[in-house]
């Protein structure tokens, strides 16, 4: 795993949109792996940006989105196909047929799952796959004690999501839908490279438990330690529960120094 701790949320950004950018420059048809969440939100602003001033051009981008609640509709103002429209698409040149995200309202959920995972394949697998973790180690919407080879399908959100999840359906957790449909942690580590993004002393102890304890099913983040090409950017305050806080600095000033040594 490669720990990248920046100061501050908006240095996170610009360290995770650089390698979203250099990744997109060398393959013009990357697969993205897409997360919800506040945590993202910035990443979309500065590729947004980019595409923007510099022509980032994502017109032959595919994405797949990690995940999408069940039980609301697809133009339901929280579901994620909206956040997604809102934060990302609208303001890129991605045509929308690229866009996959999984079907709230699916009836055949089972067949649905399979048909995601087919697609997923089909366009040749993700390239880097962005993610956000819950305070309880989760990623995507895979809670604790999922199975660690799990392929895309329907979660049950624990308690803890709910109320994180609360401020998006008016601060009530009675609102926020009990289930979601998800890629499975198995789905995620097919991925090529992973990109794991946190901010703020909220997510410090899911960061420790994920990047230095051990891997287990108790926090679905931990399996990113057997993932190849895992890059964890966080900011200080995410950093606070780490031990190797000075290693992993030095790693990262070191990798500087050697790029640009060229
Ligand atoms: P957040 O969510 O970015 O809104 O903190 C992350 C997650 O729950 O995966």
Redesign the pocket.
């Known amino acids: 795993m490669e720990i990248i701790i920046q100061p501050t949320y908006a240095k996170l950004v610009a360290v995770s949109a650089e390698i979203v950018r250099d990744a997109l420059l060398k393959k013009p048809n990357l697969v993205l792996g897409l ?1 919800t ?4 939100i910035g990443l979309y602003e500065a590729l947004i940006r980019m595409h923007k001033t510099d022509g980032l051009d994502f017109s032959e981008v595919t994405t797949f989105n990690l995940d999408e609640y069940v039980g609301i509709p697809p133009n339901h103002p929280y579901s994620y196909h909206t956040f997604m429209e809102t934060h990302f698409f609208s303001a890129i040149n991605i045509p929308s047929e690229n866009c996959h995200i999984p079907q709230s309202t699916a009836v055949a959920h089972e067949e649905f799952c399979e048909r995601y995972e087919a697609t997923i394949v089909a366009a040749g697998g993700i390239d880097i796959q962005i993610l ?3 305070k309880d180690g ?2 995507g919407f895979n809670e604790p004690s999922s199975s660690l080879g799990s392929r895309t399908r329907i979660k049950t959100l624990t308690q803890s ?1 709910l109320e ?1 999840n609360a401020p998006h359906f008016g601060d009530s957790v009675d609102a926020v839908p009990k289930m979601a449909i998800t890629m499975g942690v198995g789905t995620i580590m097919d991925a090529k490279q992973c990109l794991l993004l946190a901010s703020g002393e909220s ?1 410090a102890a899911a960061i420790a438990h994920a990047v230095e304890g051990p891997i287990t099913a108790e926090v679905p983040a931990s399996v990113l330690q057997m993932h190849p090409r895992t890059i964890v950017v966080i900011d200080e305050a995410a950093a606070l529960q780490l031990k190797r806080v000075d290693y992993y600095k030095q790693v990262y000033a070191n990798k500087q120094k050697l790029l640009s040594s060229g």
């Open positions: 997360a969440g506040s945590t993202p956000g973790i819950g989760h990623i999501t994180a997510k």
